[in-house]
């Protein structure tokens, strides 16, 4: 227990500095609300939209504020995790170092921006959930809940995945689902999910493999199945990219992250890629 309580209170304090000075301000200026109800005014930061600004409190104060809504206050954040085999969050350092900072950053950046965020553990369907919520001891256990879980089942369902979710969550909400994607015919399902809420697909990916062991033969066993074979190492390198068609197919954005990667410089990266194509649709 006390491992763990370590592990979440090094996360935090690794990914607060980012979520401060960079992402929270960048996450806010692509997901605000519609604003159909006034709220009130606060100061400007970095990475708003200053389409929202107030300018006659900002000549009356002499310093740049900004209009807030009622939708920008009470919006609902999903992370919706992959725990199947092949995701091996337990037996994979590397991938779970990688998820586990993600979901910390994002965790982060919903509570600077009073968000509600939730959580979906998935594999053959929701296998545990904690309902959206706010505040340090929420998002405590949000992380403390996904570095406990043991998984207990190989394959995924995403079918079954998105149905239960869709009932669970009716309202419009923003969500990322952190996978690998590593199932058969996922684009019907990513549709449907698309199509109800605002959604990322976070890929998470291994490096490549030298070529020069890719011919290389070895015992391999499907992580999702559980089938054993002989074959060459080449036919598991790369393996996530024909599911890719499927998850553009779903109209749904797409961030792509290496296991050992800077997860907030990625995030960054895919939030201002997301405001130009904001800015280009809309002519700002």
């Known amino acids: 227990m006390k491992a763990i309580e370590s592990q979440i209170t090094q996360l935090a304090l690794k990914c607060r500095q980012p979520v401060e000075h960079l992402l929270a301000g960048a996450y806010r200026s692509i997901f605000h609300g519609s604003g159909i109800e006034f709220d009130d005014v606060r100061p400007y930061q970095s990475g708003d939209d200053v389409r929202a600004m107030d300018w006659k409190v900002t000549a009356r104060t ?16 999903y992370l919706l995790v992959d725990v199947s085999g092949s995701m091996q969050l337990h037996s994979n350092p590397q991938k779970s170092e990688t998820v586990s900072e993600l979901c910390t950053l994002l965790i982060l950046i919903a509570q600077a921006n009073q968000d509600r965020v939730g ?9 545990t959930r904690i309902r959206p919520g706010k505040g340090r001891r929420h998002g405590m256990r949000i992380l403390q809940t996904l570095l406990d879980y043991q998984a207990e089942e190989s394959g995924t369902d995403l079918v079954k995945t998105v149905d239960q979710f869709l009932n669970i969550a009716r309202k419009r909400a923003i969500v990322f689902m952190i996978s690998d994607f590593l199932v058969e015919n996922p684009a019907h399902a990513l549709e449907h999910l698309a199509h109800q809420h605002d959604t990322t697909a976070v890929r998470i990916t291994t490096p490549s493999l030298p070529k020069s062991i890719l011919k290389m033969l070895a015992p391999l066993q499907d992580a999702e199945s559980g089938a054993k074979k002989i074959s060459t190492l080449g036919a598991i390198d790369g393996q996530e990219v024909p599911n890719l068609q499927a998850i553009e197919s779903a109209n749904m954005d797409i961030l792509n992250i290496e296991t050992g990667e800077n997860s907030a410089e990625r995030l960054l990266q895919f939030f201002r890629h997301r405001q130009r194509l904001i800015s280009d649709e809309t002519g700002g």
């Open 62 to 77: 002499g310093r740049p504020h900004i209009k807030r809504y009622i939708e920008d206050r009470e919006q609902f954040i």
């Open 119 to 127: 959580l979906v553990l998935f594999s053959q369907g929701i296998m």
